[in-house]
């Protein structure tokens, strides 16, 4: 069963950093694409960034193209999302989250296909 508890959220002034943390209970490699999402109040949550299972290959949303990047430690079993250059629009919860698709180069950012969520950790962006 796979399981994600993020961490690494918080407040931070805009044009800040942070990098959230997804660990995982069990290696992702190979077997899951996992995506970043946030969900602002009022609003349908939406897709941040993701990774392709084999590794390699990212897409990011074009809000945060630019300033978010998306890794992975497999050894650790880790994922993170490193945030620069922060806006007050980027306050949300953040979730990670996985679907199964062995041995893909490609991911989506799409709500649809993934199935194992984190509970989310906020991040606020204020002055």
């Known amino acids: 069963q796979l399981q994600f508890v993020e961490s690494g959220g918080g407040l931070v002034q805009p044009g800040g950093s942070l990098r959230l943390s997804c660990a995982a209970s069990?290696?992702?490699?190979?077997?899951?694409?996992i995506g970043w999402f946030r969900q602002a109040p009022g609003k349908e949550r939406e897709g941040v960034s993701c990774?392709?299972?084999?590794?390699?290959?990212?897409n990011v949303a074009d809000s945060v193209k630019g300033r978010f990047t998306i890794s992975r430690d497999n050894a650790k079993n880790m994922i993170y999302l490193q945030m620069n250059s922060l806006k007050p629009e980027d306050t949300a919860v953040y979730y990670c989250?996985?679907?199964?698709?062995?041995?893909?180069?490609?991911?989506?950012?799409?709500?649809?296909?993934?199935?194992?969520w984190g509970q989310g950790t906020q991040v606020t962006v204020s002055s």
């Open positions: 989250a996985a679907h199964w698709r062995p041995f893909s180069d490609i991911c989506t950012i799409a709500r649809g296909p993934y199935t194992f």
């Open positions: 990774i392709a299972s084999s590794g390699g290959r990212t």
């Open positions: 069990r290696s992702t490699l190979n077997y899951y694409n």
